[in-house]
């Protein structure tokens, strides 16, 4: 049992308070086996079920289609930033018998390190953009004219973006798929998977870390597309002087070995699956979406009715539905967050990197703590304005 908390840390996240419950009841004894559903193993058959059922309500929830496959992996995003190059350029070589290179679209902190991963094991990454070069600081997405697309996309491994940068609070609306023809696109999704309709298959992979808006960290979600899970040999690869993929993150391993190439969290998937189920009850990701669109609306009306006291550093187009992060006069961050804390309003504190504040708006946050966050915030604005 808990009070409803008023939670809006970045990530680990709030859960829904039915899943927690569910998942503290299937963590001592999962469908009546007398087992917990975290100390089964994950090749007996209800292991392999959890699996099953997960991908199963995840394509479902997001209408994957058959070209594409769903896994799971340990290692959150930070591995996926060294997973997807190695992966990626494999994928690339088996088509094309050369390495290629990757290209990074830079507009935040989060696709910054993947394209630093990606230089640091060698893949000398062509930066198509990086909006902090551009406008000085990370709050904006440039024009797509303004990007450097390499005219001659043929020696293009992938394309690779962060879809919602978590610290920097930007994210995109819409990406440019038509501006890289026939090039794969890779896209993390860590902040914002589930929080809206998308259309798969125009990804070739997809990445999220669990632990903001789908369930606990330990587990990370991936999506690929089936045509990009054939290698060449290992000889081959090391010829073309592309790193071989440590075993458990290459990717057609572990989907061959559905997931369980070794010893995958169960517990934390089934708590994935728990919160898809709880999704789809309630009208799924159309509906997930209105009630996120909602939330973020009202928040930044909140915020943009005090100018002289919040500070918003990201450009209108590009606002994150998930993060708002917004800044306060010099010291007086600890008066907000002391406020805030007596209002029961808790992890408003922004990334130590940016410092400021943040309200992470994840799916499993109400509409109506948004709306106490509201309240708050004009209450904060007036006496402070
Ligand atoms: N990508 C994004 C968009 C993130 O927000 C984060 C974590 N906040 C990461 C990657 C890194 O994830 P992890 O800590 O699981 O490695």
Known sequence: ERTEPNYFGAG???LPTSVLQQAAKDMINF???GLGAGEISHRSAAGGNIIESTKKHLAELLDVPDTHEVFFMQGGGTTGFSAVPTNLSASFAKKTGKKGKPAYVITGSWSKKAAEEAQRLGFDPEIVVDSKKVDGKFGGIPAVEKWSIPADLSNTSYVYFCDNETVNGVEFPDFPFDKFPGVEIVADMSSNFLSKKIDVSKYGCILAGAQKNVGLAGITIYIIKKSLLE???????TKLNIPLTPIAFEFPIVVKN?????TVPTFTVHIVDLVLQLLAEKGGLANQQKVNEEKAKLLYA?????PSVFNLPVEKSVRSKMNVVFTLAKGTDSDFLNAAEE???QGLKGHRSVGGMRASLYNA???DSVKLLCEFVEDFGS???
């Open 258 to 262: 559905n997931s369980a190439y070794n």
């Open 365 to 367: 946050v109400s509409l």
């Open 302 to 306: 909140a915020l943009d009715k005090y």
């Open 383 to 385: 006496k402070n304005a």
């Open 31 to 33: 469908q009546g086996l």
């Open 231 to 237: 290698y060449p040999s290992d000889e081959e690869l």
């Open 12 to 14: 680990p996240a709030l």
């Open 343 to 345: 209002k029961k309003l």
